[in-house]
């Protein structure tokens, strides 16, 4: 008989942060889901905490946990935006929508330092701004291409190149490293920027380029287009996951030996570590969790990562995310707790929470002796 596999369950959101959780209290699917949460061993990573000492990793990110996960050592702001990008090499380069996969390669052996730049829409209210998400733009290939070059025709000057894998993600890069702070695009999404802005001893030159950046997309021609047209404008970009390509030695020695996303940076981590990266079925179709199972049954620890519920986070109206919940609880986590009580899993479940983003949830073969415990949505939900 096999070893039972070791899966790695991150899914960040599950656990918040919302702008409430009052509401939340009577959803039937939630006090199910939190229930079985109760049911789980928690713990909260204690054991990894040599390798987390030597990460400068922000843990709001989710960053941290990755970095410890694949026994990473990372000495500044993770570097999501390489990671990425060297993914991106690695399976779709004929997609490429905006400059040369050629420079790219080159421009990551070199060192240089890449940082998303993802097009964003600020609302402006009183007296801040507030980030909205690229998926509410809907730009087409030929927009994104066009703010691109204008936005490269003007900061060449700075020795800085842009590069855009589809319409909606977009990166720049530089030779020299910078010193760098900044928020993930899924958690600045919905807040007030002004709290949020890049930070660091480089910060001041990043601050300058995104207000020169927000008066040339004020004035492009497809921007005026977008206004007369009643649709939202691109009025800036956003940056985060900045840094270079890390070395060979920064590697480490981790266990995770498969990695199932439909995420570029996990993609890239996988790339990175020469391990297998398989994209994630739709859970919906078919008998998702036996055709999962046969991918990852011979594998000692496989990382299964989902993000559908981070967009949902920061808006007001939490009913998307609570349908995303229902669906990762209906189709994934319980079918998957089906092959723990069969002994072919064990699962460490990772919400990410904010104020303790390493805690996990460790279901093995007797978790659902007990039946008997009872979760409070409140304990569970973090909310800011």
Known sequence: MSATVQLQLLVPGLCGPLPDNKQLEHDPVLIRLFNTLARARVATGEENNAIEKDNAVEKENGYALLSTLFAMHVSAEFPAAALSLSAYLQYKPADMLFGSTADIAHYLQAGYYFLHADPVHLRVEMDHAILQSPADLQLTPAETIAFCEQQQAHFSADGIHFFATDASHCYVCIKKPQLLHTTRLQHAIGRNIHFILPA???????????????????????????????????????????????????????????????????????????????????????????????????????????????????????????????????YCLLPLLVLVRQGKLNIDLYPLNDTMPDKKYHFHHYYACRFWRRAKIKNYVDTY
């Not at 030159?205 to 005026?224: R, T, V």
């Not at 995770?256 to 079925?281: H, Q, R, S």
């Open 200 to 330: 660091g001893e480089d910060a001041i030159y990043w601050k300058q380029f995104l207000n020169e950046s927000q008066m040339l997309l004020f004035n492009h021609p497809a921007n005026q287009r977008r206004e007369q047209t009643g649709q939202l404008t691109l009025n800036s970009l956003w940056l985060h996951g900045g840094g270079c390509l890390p070395a060979a030695e920064s590697r480490g020695t981790g266990d995770i030996d498969l990695v199932c996303a439909n995420d570029f940076l996990l993609a890239g981590l996988a790339d990175y570590f020469k391990i297998p990266w398989c994209e994630i079925d739709d859970i919906k179709a078919g008998n998702w969790s036996v055709d999962f199972y046969r991918r990852i049954k011979n594998y000692r620890k496989p990382l299964l990562y989902f993000d559908c519920l981070l967009p949902w986070l920061h808006y007001t109206d939490t009913r998307m995310w609570q349908q995303q919940v229902n669906l990762f609880y209906q």
